[in-house]
């Protein structure tokens, strides 16, 4: 397709369906075809016991998360008893020191490159808790289960 053919006369653009080569008009359905596809695999991969799993999991992290947060996030208002399987927070508190959202992102975004470049200096983390980094291994051996029921 050639500039010419997308050019009109008024000298504005438009897109041509009727080229030779052309497959035509996609409507906005098919342009979904890939995230349908990948939705039914998971379907299909986890069955129903699996959905229902990592539904929960899904819901359980998102709280564990929103929990988390709260003191250092102002969660939204929709959230009185928890959320599903994710929440909004505004950073507010952290907006009274000049700190906006992209602030954060940015701080977040270079965490992870740091984490890319530099993974030894992650292997402590958490530093600012209690418990360090735990010895997954270790903890998996000798489990110290209570029973709470």
Same mark, same amino acid.
């Given at each position: 397709?050639?500039?010419?053919?997308?050019?009109?006369?008024? +000298?504005? &653009?438009?897109?041509?369906?009727?080229?030779? &080569?052309?497959?035509?008009?996609?409507?906005? &359905?098919?342009?979904? &075809? !890939?995230?349908? !596809?990948?939705?039914?695999?998971?379907?299909? /991969? /986890?069955? /129903?016991?699996? /959905?229902?799993?990592?539904?929960? =999991?899904?819901?359980?992290?998102?709280?564990?998360?929103?929990?988390?947060?709260?003191? !250092?996030?102002?969660? +939204?208002?929709?959230?009185?008893?928890?959320?599903?399987?994710?929440?909004?927070?505004?950073?507010?508190?952290?907006?009274?020191?000049?700190? =906006?959202?992209?602030?954060?992102?940015?701080?977040?975004?270079?965490?992870?490159?740091?984490?890319?470049?530099?993974?030894?200096?992650?292997?402590?983390?958490?530093?600012?808790?209690?418990?360090?980094?735990?010895?997954?291994?270790?903890?998996?051996?000798?489990?110290?289960?209570?029973? !709470?029921?």
């Amino acid at each position: 397709m050639t500039n010419a053919n997308r050019q009109r006369e008024d +000298g504005t &653009f438009a897109l041509h369906y009727d080229e030779p &080569f052309s497959i035509g008009y996609k409507s906005p &359905f098919y342009g979904n &075809f !890939l995230v349908l !596809l990948r939705a039914c695999s998971y379907i299909l /991969l /986890l069955g /129903l016991n699996g /959905l229902i799993e990592a539904g929960e =999991h899904a819901v359980l992290n998102a709280n564990y998360l929103l929990a988390s947060l709260k003191d !250092l996030y102002k969660p +939204g208002a929709a959230y009185p008893l928890g959320c599903m399987h994710e929440f909004v927070v505004s950073p507010i508190k952290q907006m009274e020191h000049n700190v =906006h959202a992209i602030d954060i992102a940015k701080a977040l975004r270079d965490i992870a490159e740091l984490a890319e470049n530099n993974s030894e200096a992650f292997a402590e983390i958490p530093v600012t808790t209690p418990v360090t980094s735990l010895d997954e291994i270790k903890a998996a051996r000798d489990m110290d289960i209570v029973n !709470l029921g």
